[in-house]
C-alpha cells in the first residue's frame, strides 16, 4: 500500500518567492496533519483537518502561511512570501477516525530559503 | 496534552535490549501512551502504544507501571536500524482524531 507522498522531497528558494508543499494522504484516511520540524523547536503541529475540514490551525505561524484540503486525497502547504525561518522540514501526517491514534507521517518536504 | 520527561539521550549495545523511560506523572484516566520512533532523514513512524496493560508487538514492547505515572518501552535485541529519536506521548482517545504532540524525545546510539 502506498503510504503518505509529499512532494517535493527538496525545495530551496529565495526569500519572498510563493513555496506549495503538497501531500496525498492514504486512502480512505479522512483526517490530515501537517507539522513543522526545525532543530530549535522539534516538531510543531501547524494545521490539521478531518473530513477536509480545518479543525485547528493555532499552529499556523502567521498569515504568510495557508493550508488547503479540497478534497480527500490532497492538501496543499503554502507559504507566501517565504523567509529565511521558515527553512525547516515539513511533514505531512494522515490516519483514520475512529482509529485508536496511529498517524502516518510522509518523508517530508526539506524547504531552505536563502 | 500531559506532559512526559524522557532523558535526552541513551546508548546501547548492538544485539542487547534497550529499556527507554519516560515519566508522565500528571496522566489523566482516558490518556493512552504513545510511542513513536524518528529514524534520521525519515518522518516519524508509529512503534506502539497502550492504557494500562503491558502491551507488545513485533518491534518492541511497552511496559507500564501499575500507577500509569511512568512506562518503559523495551526493544528486546537492538540493533543499528534501531538507532533514532524515540518519542513518548500521550493521547486522548476519541471519536474525532486528535494531534500528536511531541516533545524532544530520546536519541537512542546503538554501538556496534
Known amino acids: 500500500d502506498a503510504g503518505v507522498i509529499q512532494s517535493p522531497r527538496h525545495e530551496v528558494t529565495e526569500m519572498g518567492q510563493e513555496v506549495t508543499l503538497r501531500c496525498k494522504p492514504i486512502?480512505?484516511?479522512?483526517?490530515l496533519f501537517w507539522y513543522r520540524q526545525t532543530m530549535m523547536r522539534g516538531l510543531e503541529l501547524l494545521i490539521y483537518?478531518?473530513?477536509?475540514?480545518?479543525?485547528?490551525d493555532s499552529g499556523m505561524p502567521e498569515d504568510r502561511f495557508s493550508a488547503k484540503m479540497p478534497n480527500a486525497s490532497f492538501s496543499t502547504l503554502k507559504i507566501q512570501p517565504s523567509e529565511p525561518r521558515d527553512s525547516a522540514v515539513y511533514f505531512c501526517?494522515?490516519?483514520?477516525?475512529?482509529?485508536?491514534?496511529?498517524?502516518?507521517f510522509g518523508e517530508g518536504s526539506r524547504l531552505t530559503v536563502l | 496534552d500531559a506532559k512526559t520527561t524522557q532523558p535526552n539521550s541513551m546508548e546501547s549495545n548492538e544485539e542487547e535490549p534497550v529499556h527507554l523511560p519516560c515519566n508522565h506523572s500528571?496522566?489523566?484516566?482516558?490518556?493512552?501512551i504513545h510511542w513513536y520512533r524518528q529514524l534520521p532523514s525519515q518522518g516519524p513512524e508509529y512503534v506502539i502504544h497502550?492504557?494500562?496493560s503491558n502491551v507488545n508487538n513485533r518491534m518492541a514492547s511497552l511496559a507500564i507501571a501499575e500507577d500509569r505515572k511512568s512506562s518503559t518501552l523495551i526493544l528486546h535485541r537492538a540493533t543499528l536500524r534501531d538507532a533514532a529519536v524515540y518519542y513518548c506521548?500521550?493521547?486522548?482517545?476519541?471519536?474525532?482524531?486528535?494531534?500528536?504532540?511531541f516533545g524532544s524525545g530520546t536519541q537512542l546510539t546503538v554501538l556496534p
Open positions: 501526517a494522515s490516519t483514520r477516525t475512529g482509529r485508536t491514534g496511529e498517524l502516518f
Open positions: 486512502s480512505g484516511h479522512n483526517s
Open positions: 483537518f478531518n473530513n477536509n475540514v480545518p479543525i485547528d
Open positions: 500528571t496522566i489523566s484516566g482516558t490518556d493512552y
Open positions: 497502550g492504557l494500562t
Open positions: 506521548i500521550l493521547r486522548v482517545h476519541s471519536g474525532s482524531a486528535r494531534q500528536l504532540t
